[in-house]
């Protein structure tokens, strides 16, 4: 498959779906959502595939949703709507596929990309990985499913927290919060993740698949996503008021000052 934003893989029983805009630390804009709801499906009409690894090309795995568009003058509602929905739309593709996901984390995992981190099925980060989810400061709702999909993970309290807050955490604090499966240092990184791979890859993909579908059903009974389709809509409601839009120039303008 050739996309514009990705590069998406497939060998026998392993696939790699790798985002590819290094120059902007793999932020994720329309486009990229959309190929990454694409790239879910295809990998979906690969039987053959039993495992999935979701990475970053350059020094990071994502940026978070790209908040170029939030600069400036209004955008025109329907791209922000469209934005919102997109993003909530490639949750919702990661989180069905049918081959195991495995995310590998490094460098920044911001906002948007802790979502697609949390619709993966595994997650394994090096040590020096940093995380945050920035929205509130920006002035806008953690959307794409989001809330529900850190509560299922970490619990409501720390979703509180980290997602008010807007505070940074190290790996080793995700670890604790059992967001993470493994944290290891960044030079084995890519061991790690092979070594979690090749396990996978040794039982049949018919129990692979069901035990992958009987936790995500488990998973939307104790706490469904099927409300994230109204995130656009609140979303839209945050950029129309005047303290959010105040406050997401606020956090831009330091973020430009910080270089």
């Known amino acids: 498959m050739r996309f514009g934003t990705i590069e998406v893989r497939a060998g026998g029983a392993r696939g790699e779906l790798v985002l590819n805009r290094p120059e902007k630390l793999n932020a ?43 600069a400036g003058e209004d955008p025109p509602p329907e791209r922000v709507h469209g934005g919102a929905d997109a993003g909530r739309l490639m949750a919702e593709a990661i989180e069905a596929m049918g081959a195991v996901t495995v995310a590998r984390v490094h460098g ?84 790690e993740v092979e070594e979690l791979v090749t396990q996978l890859l040794e039982k049949s993909r018919v129990t692979l698949v069901a035990t992958k579908r009987a936790v995500r059903d488990a998973s939307e009974q104790m706490l469904s996503t099927t409300g994230a389709w109204s995130d656009a809509d609140v979303l839209m409601t945050a950029l129309s008021d005047p303290e959010s839009r105040r406050s997401g120039e606020a956090y831009l303008r330091r973020m430009r000052d910080r270089g």
């Open 108 to 191: 920044y995992c911001i906002g948007g990309a802790v979502v697609l981190a949390a619709a993966c099925d595994l997650r394994v980060a090096c040590d020096s990985a940093v995380f945050s989810i920035p929205e509130v400061d920006l002035g806008i709702p953690l959307a794409w499913g989001g809330i529900p999909r850190l509560v299922r993970e970490i619990g409501p309290a720390m979703t509180r927290e980290l997602v008010l807050t807007c505070r940074r955490f190290s790996a080793a604090e995700a670890r604790e919060l059992r967001f993470l499966n493994r944290v290891v240092p960044e030079e084995q990184l890519d061991d």
């Open 28 to 70: 994720l804009d329309q486009q990229a959502l959309r190929e990454l709801a694409d790239a879910a499906r295809w990998f979906d009409r690969q039987p053959e595939v039993k495992v999935v690894v979701v990475s970053g090309n350059g020094p990071s795995f994502s940026a978070g949703a790209d908040v170029s568009g939030f």
